[in-house]
Each structure stands twice: as C-alpha cells, then as structure tokens.
C-alpha cells in the first residue's frame, strides 16, 4: 500500500484512460485502497 | 417550521434520548465514562474508531475540498490507507500495556512509558491545545448543515449553540457509552446520504461520473491532475505520511483503543478500515458534481457545495434528511472530543498538581468540566475564519509530534529518554507553531532547494526538528538517569 499510494501516484498523474469512470489518477487510489483492505 | 428543520430536530432528539439511555443502569465511574469498561467489541471499536473518518470534514470537508481545490483532495483518500496498515500492528501493543496498567487517557501512556508526570502534562497540553480546532471544525460543520438545510429558519449561531447543549447533557451523564450508541445511528444515516448523492447527482447532472469528469476536464484543465508546483505530488506524498502517522495520535483515537476488549478487535478492524474509507469517494463526487452545477464559491464557502448543490437537487424535506445525517457527523466526533479534553484536563493537568484527588473526584470534575470545553471550541467558533480541512491540518500538525516518542517507547529498548522525548515534543509543536503563525513554506523558507523539496508539507520540517532534538537530547542524557525502570511489554494476551 505504501509503495501503491506514495510510490504510485507518480506515474498515475493523468485524467485518462478513466478507470472505474474515474480519472485515472482518482482510479488507482480507489485500487490502492482496494489492495490495502 | 419547514419539513427540513422538522427532521433535523427529530434528529437532534433522538441523539439526545439514545445518549442518555446508553449511560442507564450503569455506574458511571472515571472508567465507565472514559473507556467502557473495556468492553466494547468489534463494532463499537470500529464505529468509534470510524468516527474519525465520518465526521464534518467527510461530509462538507471532503466535497468542499473538491469543489475548491480538485486533485490535492485525493491526499484524504490516501492517509487513512496507510494509517490501518500501520494500525494493524501499533493498536494491539498500545492496548496491552494500556489494559494491564489501566490506563485512561493518552497522557497517562506516555506518563506511565516514561516514568515522567511532567511528560503527561505536556502530552496532554498538546493534545487539548490540537482538540481545540477539531471541536471548532465540527461546531463550524454544524453551524454550515443547520443554516444552510433549514433554508436560514435557523442562524448557524443558534444551530452551534443548539448543537452544544445536546451534546453536553448526554457526554455528561453517558460518557463513551452515550457516544456509541449514537455512533450507530450516525454511520448508517451517513453511509446511505453519502452513498446515494455520490451516485444520483453525477448521474443526474451529467450521465454518469466519466461524463462528469470529462465535462471538468474540458471546463478547467489541470483541474483533477496534481500540478507540476505547489499542490504536487511531492505536497501530496508528504501530507499523506505525516497525516498518516498521526492518525492514531489524537486523544481521542487513542482513547477509543482503550474501550476494546482484546486486541484481535484492531487487526480485524485493519483488514475492513479500507473498504469503509471508500465512502470518501462518493463525498468527493458530490463535490465535483457541483463544480459546474453552482459555480463561484470561493475561501471558506466552498465548503457549502455539498449543500447549495442539494438545495438545487431536492424536495426541502430530503435536503433535512441530509442536514440531519450531517448533524449527527459533527455531534458524535464532538462528543469523543469533549470526554478526551475533560478526561485530559481533570486526569493528566489538575490531578498531577493534586495528587491526593481520588477517582471518584477526578471523574466529577471531568464531567464538570465537558461545559468549560464546549463553551471554550463555542469562542473560537464563532471569532474563527478559517476553512474545515485548514482547521484539520492545523490539528494533525500538533499531534503528528507525538508519534516519534510513541513509536520508541514501544520498542523493546527505548532509545529515547524522557529529557528527549520531551525536548523533541517541544521543539515540534514550537516549529508547527511558529510554521503556522508565519504562514511559511518550505519553498519560503529555503529558496535554494529544488523544487520538488520546496512543495514538501511544511510539517516535515517540524518533524525534521523533533526528530533531531529527541536523538540529540537522548544521546546526551543517556546513562545520566534512568527514569523509564522497565520498558517491556506485557505479554500477549
């Protein structure tokens, strides 16, 4: 989770291709925190 | 009287009634009041613990937040993450030698870890002087729902005072116990509000949530992407962690780990902790549903786009449905806060002055005290001016300071001494202090850096310099005097 959040959000810094219908930046969070649990 | 105050009241009534019959047939010592018992099982540690979550700052922060400033509002969904994977294994070692030293209060940990009184005094300043805000923001949250859901029948000045009194009279005769059973009520009123508008307004609005995004895209590009300065990656990065490693170092947090009844309560509540913070999500979307439906809103009242967009959307009777759900989000966080800086000042400041003071007295003056508390978070209220999640920051700044003398002493030797741990306490929450008064950044501070390091939270300095003063301080007075006698933790229960 920590690399996913931290480590991730650098290369996730973008609006398309949306993931989940969301920007794909707010989509890989939504996954991280899925990931976590 | 509107259908929307109407049931905002009902509301109201109803947290007062189920307040004052969690605390029936109960004898309501220090213990009762503060941690149950230790009793609670893993619902009622979960609903306390998410009360964290689910306070003012989800319902008007988190939308506001989106409203106003866009991708920068991601950094919420990230921190609590983080901070339940590190719960998973901080939790159980704090309830243990909680539990076997039958502690009450955070102060009384650090006392007790330390061997040093004066180290819970200081602890415990820190944390009223960081709940102050944090009952501000809930008051303020509250003030925003009433106003605003009952279409101005009722000044936010009145809500607050309203909110105050209900709040008041059930923390002093419930303590904790009032606080969950209402937290019941709280959650599943949030969940299905926040729920429900996260999905009917983008869809309404917009088709779906790809529309919705796209149509911002279109209208302010950049928007929903961390910019390459100022609110970037390197700012969301480093609130994330600091924010994470201070979510279990409010008093209050800490306060809710003591009513467990074992310690399997927090490693399973770190395995659902995750999918429950999703709900953030949907607040986010009402937010960004709104961006283009009730343009303008700027400073403190983005954080009125959850309810201006609402009023647009619906009958008055829902809009109280949802000023209702958003009343109960600022009365249950607030209750926890009253009981941890009343337990704060009676237990950890006037009792360490008068040692003598038995239990019985402690507890009276604690709940004497719950008023003093209310009407002092009412002041800063009502002559404050910054916005919810400014006000939360500013809280997780003070606390965050805590957490380097707690993680050492739960090590199996503590390399921190008491002189260390307090001169480190100390200079942080003097540098937050000075950091927040000055407005400084760290870009304003040491223009020389480059610049992903100038968008650093400016809290990382101020951890930057606990950190060296603990280390320095330690290393000086070690061997000098050992205050802490033991540090080993009971064994697993």
């Not at chain 2, 200079?427 to 000055?438: E, F, H, K």
């Amino acid at each position: 989770p920590f690399l996913g959040i931290l480590g991730g959000i650098v290369f996730a810094n973008r609006v398309t291709p949306y993931l989940f219908g969301l920007p794909f930046i707010l989509g890989w969070l939504v996954f991280c925190v899925l990931g976590t649990a | 009287m509107n259908a929307a105050l109407l049931i905002i009241f009902a509301t109201m009534v109803l947290a007062l009634v189920l307040g004052l019959l969690a605390g029936r047939g109960r004898r309501m010592d220090l213990e009762q009041w503060t941690v149950a018992g230790r009793g609670f099982g893993t619902v009622f540690v979960f609903l306390l613990s998410a009360g964290e979550i689910y306070t003012t700052f989800t319902f008007l922060g988190g939308s506001g937040f989106a409203y106003g400033k866009g991708a920068p509002t991601f950094y919420i969904l990230g921190y609590g993450s983080l901070a339940y994977v590190i719960s998973y294994w901080l939790l159980p070692a704090i309830w243990r030698y909680a539990k076997a030293e039958r502690l009450h209060t955070q102060p009384d940990f650090f006392a007790r870890k330390y061997r040093s009184p004066a180290l819970g005094v200081l602890v415990a300043l820190v944390g009223v002087v960081a709940l102050v805000p944090y009952m501000v923001l809930q008051l303020k949250g509250l003030g925003i729902i009433v106003g605003t859901a009952s279409y101005g029948a009722i000044s936010p000045t009145m809500a607050i005072w309203i909110g105050v009194a209900v709040v008041t009279v059930y923390v002093m005769v419930s303590g904790v116990h009032g606080s969950a059973w209402t937290s019941v009520v709280k959650d599943i009123m949030i969940l299905a509000v926040v729920l429900f508008l996260g999905i009917y307004l983008p869809l309404h609005y917009y088709g779906g949530t790809q529309p919705m995004f796209a149509a911002i895209d279109a209208a302010h590009p950049g928007f929903l992407t961390f910019a390459p300065k100022g609110s970037s990656i390197a700012w969301f990065d480093s609130t994330v962690l600091l924010t994470a490693l201070g979510f279990y170092c409010w008093p209050h947090a800490m306060g809710a780990v003591y009513t467990a009844r074992h310690d399997r309560v927090f490693r399973r509540n770190a395995v659902f902790m995750p999918l429950y913070q999703l709900i953030l999500l949907f607040a986010f979307l009402v937010g960004f549903a709104a961006i283009l439906q009730v343009p303008g809103l700027k400073g403190g009242e983005i954080d009125l786009a959850l309810f201006r967009l609402s009023i647009k959307t619906f009958d008055p009777w829902f809009v109280g449905v949802i000023g209702a759900a958003g009343v109960l989000t600022a009365l249950v966080p607030g209750s926890m806060i009253l009981i941890t800086a009343s337990t704060l000042l009676a237990n950890n400041i006037v009792r360490v002055a008068h040692p003598a003071m038995s239990e019985r007295a402690v507890s009276l003056l604690a709940r004497a005290l719950v008023p003093l508390v209310a009407l002092i978070a009412v002041y800063f209220t009502l002559n404050g001016g910054a916005t919810i999640v400014a006000l939360l920051l500013m809280g997780y700044s003070f606390v965050t300071q805590l957490f380097p003398a707690l993680i050492a002493s739960l090590l199996p030797r503590n390399p921190v001494t008491t002189p260390g741990a307090i001169a480190g306490i100390v200079v942080g929450v003097a540098a937050v202090t000075a950091l927040s008064l000055t407005k400084a950044t760290v870009g304003s501070l040491f223009p020389f850096l480059p610049d992903v390091l100038k968008d650093f939270n400016v809290g990382i300095i101020a951890m930057l310099l606990n950190l060296a003063t603990l280390a320095v301080v330690s290393a000086a007075t070690r061997g000098a005097i050992d205050l802490r006698g033991p540090q080993r933790l009971p064994a697993r229960k």
